[in-house]
DNA sequence: TATTGTTTAGACCGATTGGTCAATACATTG
DNA sequence: CAATGTATTGACCAATCGGTCTAAACAATA
């Protein structure tokens, strides 16, 4: 019978991540998957079939070890109004910490649309549907509680909240310094104070 | 004595612009701009010098005719309240009109932040600062001529317009339908009611 | 009309792109 | 130990990349 595999699949898809992650899927080339992952070339293609297949497994190990783990995390605190706030703690030194500037892989390929085909899109869609629903179900939540005024619409304000993280991201990979970041993430959470 | 050009400058650089605008630095092939810009391979190179210098010249050409036109245009006005709300329909009408979803050339350069030289950079850096600017500007206005309440600090709530100006442009160039970049406007238009 | 200096045209270049493939290595099974 | 079937390897592929260069086209000047 076969052989089992002498790589281990799981670390190369994360290597992988991280150059789509940082290139986008147009400007990372083979040539940098196979030196950064370490994988032989026939090897790769023979586990992930390609560069396409390979971003689409990327961002779907992006979209479950990051952005369900936060929101997971984040949702079991059981205190609405201190999820939100530590959710833009959170992306904001995930920000600062990361030296390569890399920002969101999810928002920085909303920001590669149309070069993508059906399948990415709907992945970073429902990716950012469920960050919203996060914001959304937190601020109902807090206001069934009483710990978020009641005549603000969780739906709208949800929306502005996940703009204002798609902003920081995306800003935070260029432009902006620390200051700039954390004055958004205030007013983030002046919208539900 | 030489010979003048064969093509009209101006209307090619603005094809290039194009380009540029809807596929990036990396993605856009000098075969495209090429076929775009009905220049010549040869006469291309000899006008503009090759792909870096023309996409500066591109840039450069956007923030001239677009972003700095529409800000003259809105300042012009000399009502900062209606400015503000003004340019957000503005964007939201040319978001909606583009049937490419090529969102803003100058926050799409953004989301391509360290495949950029410091030139480049520098030229959105300014543009994000300029329109930071008119927002905070009009706010003092306005709350010198007591339209708007005196409580809210123009320099946070500019940086939180440019914020959500962002987001509307590049959530504008992918998933997210009228409805919900109107309600994004909105909040902006909230944040200075 | 001959000379001059620039533009145009597109063939051509080496480098890089994503992808393929036949030979080889190997652990398991019989 | 031989047979089996998958994994590995790196040479190889056509296509495309950005860029160069020489020969021809051309208008202005002399």
Redo the contacts between chains.
């Keep these: 019978m076969p052989w089992e595999k002498s790589f281990d699949e799981d670390l190369a898809l994360e290597k992988a991540m991280q150059v789509f992650w940082?290139r986008?899927f147009?400007?990372a080339s083979m040539a940098e998957l196979i030196a950064k992952t370490g994988v032989n070339r026939g090897s790769l293609y023979n586990a992930f079939g390609g560069k396409q297949p390979l971003f689409v497994r990327a961002l779907l190990k992006y979209d479950r070890d990051r952005r369900k783990a936060l929101l997971s995390e984040l949702e079991a605190l059981d205190d609405p109004r201190r999820a939100i706030c530590n959710f833009f703690d959170n992306i904001i030194a995930n920000t600062l910490d990361d030296a390569?500037?890399k920002g969101c892989f999810l928002?920085?390929t909303?920001?590669?649309?149309?070069?993508h085909d059906a399948q990415v899109?709907e992945i970073?869609?429902n990716g950012?549907r469920e960050i919203e629903g996060f914001f959304r179900r937190s601020i109902e939540v807090g206001q069934a509680r009483g710990d978020i005024r009641k005549d603000i619409d969780p739906?709208?304000?949800a929306?502005?909240l996940?703009?204002?993280t798609?902003?920081?991201r995306?800003?935070g990979?260029?432009?902006y310094n620390e200051a700039?970041l954390r004055?958004?993430a205030?007013?983030a959470k002046n919208?539900i104070a």
């Design positions: 940082s986008g147009g400007s390569d500037h928002f920085n909303v920001s590669e649309s149309g070069t899109n970073v869609a950012l739906s709208s304000k929306t502005a996940l703009a204002l798609l902003a920081i995306v800003l990979r260029g432009p700039a004055t958004i205030d007013e919208l």
